[in-house]
């Protein structure tokens, strides 16, 4: 497969280890891109070979037609698993941030050979209420409004406090480089985020879960599900919002490396 038919990524080796360091792929959210791992990259790269995705229809991705031609979490998935492929990695850890979590559910329940074990930031199970209302409208209001006037509205009422505001000003910025089109995609496939994560408690990959105590519209859904599932566990971080991995990014990298290298000696990665 040539690489201008792949998403576009970037591979941060690790000069110690080389091909022995396990690798760990990581998964922005929607709007963003891979530039917001950059408080993740050099302590990661000291411990890992590191695989930074951008999502398709997200910037700085060209036109893919097989995006085009299908759009979904499984075509997503798959579109990941030929980055992999290319570089012949059997199998790797993955991190993920919001809709990049989502997408590993996905990864776990499609491709579940590939994943050792997945850090999942920011995790979106399913809607509360206040958040099914807000999709509501916003999908009400999508062929209205400017794109960017929707997702800075989300980005306000997902990270509304003070210590949330370099998390929601690097999203919202990073957003204006996507266009309307994809975005309204990837909006309407939040319909599906449930769906993604049912029965994911079956499958037997290690799991953490990072999120802030300050992510109002999904923790608490997120700590009612997972005494069932016993291959997760939650870190809840302190005064932290939505997006930890930049709000408490010494901490998120702590119990991420932490959790992998558990792994990693376990799995033989």
């Known amino acids: 497969m040539s690489l201008p038919s792949l998403l576009h990524h970037q591979i941060y080796h690790n000069k110690k280890l080389g091909e022995s360091a396990p690798w760990v792929v990581l998964l922005h959210g929607i709007g963003g891109n891979s530039?917001?791992?950059y408080k993740?990259?050099?302590?990661?790269?000291?411990h890992f070979n590191v695989l930074a995705i951008d999502l398709p229809g997200h910037y700085p991705n060209d036109?893919?037609?097989?995006?085009e031609e299908e759009y979904s979490f499984e075509k997503c998935a798959d579109m990941i698993v030929q980055v992999l492929d290319e570089y012949r990695i059997h199998k790797a850890h993955f991190i993920g941030i919001s809709l990049g979590s989502v997408l590993i559910h996905q990864l776990v329940k499609r491709h579940q050979d590939r994943v050792y074990s997945a850090v999942l930031g920011g995790m979106i199970l399913?809607?509360?209420?206040?958040?099914k209302v807000l999709l509501f409208l916003g999908h009400g209001l999508k062929k209205f409004?400017?794109?960017?006037?929707?997702y800075k509205l989300f980005a306000h009422i997902m990270m509304p406090k003070n210590n949330h505001k370099q998390a929601r000003e690097m999203f919202i910025n990073e957003a204006k480089k996507m266009c309307r089109n994809e975005f309204l995609k990837w909006f309407k496939l939040t319909r599906d985020v449930q769906a993604t994560s049912k029965n994911i408690e079956a499958y037997d990959?290690?799991?953490?879960?990072?999120?802030g105590n300050e992510d109002?519209?999904?923790?608490?859904?997120?700590?009612?599900y997972l005494p069932n599932d016993r291959h997760g566990q939650?870190?809840?971080?302190?005064?932290?919002?939505?997006?930890?991995?930049l709000e408490k990014s010494d901490e998120f990298n702590y119990h991420a490396i932490t959790f992998i290298e558990q792994f990693s000696e376990r799995k033989g990665a």
Not at 63 to 67: I, N
Not at 216 to 224: Q, R, S, Y
Not at 234 to 245: I, K, Q, S, T
């Open 35 to 37: 530039n917001i791992w």
């Open 205 to 211: 990959v290690p799991r953490l879960y990072i999120s």
């Open 216 to 224: 109002h519209l999904f923790i608490k859904v997120l700590k009612k």
């Open 63 to 67: 036109t893919l037609q097989a995006w």
């Open 145 to 150: 409004l400017p794109y960017m006037w929707l």
């Open 234 to 245: 939650l870190v809840e971080l302190n005064d932290c919002g939505h997006v930890c991995n």
């Open 126 to 131: 399913r809607f509360n209420l206040l958040s």
């Open 40 to 46: 993740q990259l050099k302590k990661f790269k000291r």
